[in-house]
């Protein structure tokens, strides 16, 4: 059974950090996409960046390039997405996700849309404010 269990949010202030941590568990496909996800109160689930196993790419949307930065660590099967300069308009929950056994040609087609991750994790609050 896949799990993922998201850590590490919090409270901020405008301008300042935080990393989230993703752990994930009880897979055993050789390739895979984990993304951070997030939701807004009142809003949809926005696609926030992605990377794929093999850690040859990073994806990132356009409201959060340059600021957040993700990274993995496969002896320790986690995700991490350190976000700095954070804003009042990063408040949400903040979901990981995973899609099982991606082709790498796939990967750059398939990592923005939500209704593609197989398993998500239950969040982790991220609020921003002074």
């Known amino acids: 059974q896949v799990q993922l269990v998201e850590s590490g949010g919090g409270l901020a202030q405008p301008g300042g950090s935080l990393r989230l941590s993703c752990a994930v568990s009880g897979f055993t496909f050789s390739s895979y996409v984990v993304s951070w996800a997030r939701q807004a109160r009142g809003k949809g689930l926005e696609w926030v960046s992605g990377?794929?196993?093999?850690?040859?790419?990073?994806y990132y949307a356009d409201s959060v390039k340059g600021r957040f930065a993700i990274s993995r660590d496969n002896t320790k099967n986690a995700v991490y997405l350190q976000m700095n300069s954070l804003k009042p308009e990063d408040t949400a929950q903040y979901y990981c996700?995973?899609?099982?056994?991606?082709?790498?040609?796939?990967?750059?087609?398939?990592?923005?849309?939500?209704?593609?991750?197989?398993?998500w994790g239950p969040g982790t609050q991220v609020t921003v404010s002074s």
């Open positions: 990377i794929y196993s093999d850690g040859s790419d990073t």
């Open positions: 996700g995973l899609i099982q056994d991606p082709t790498s040609e796939s990967v750059s087609s398939l990592i923005t849309i939500i209704n593609e991750y197989d398993y």
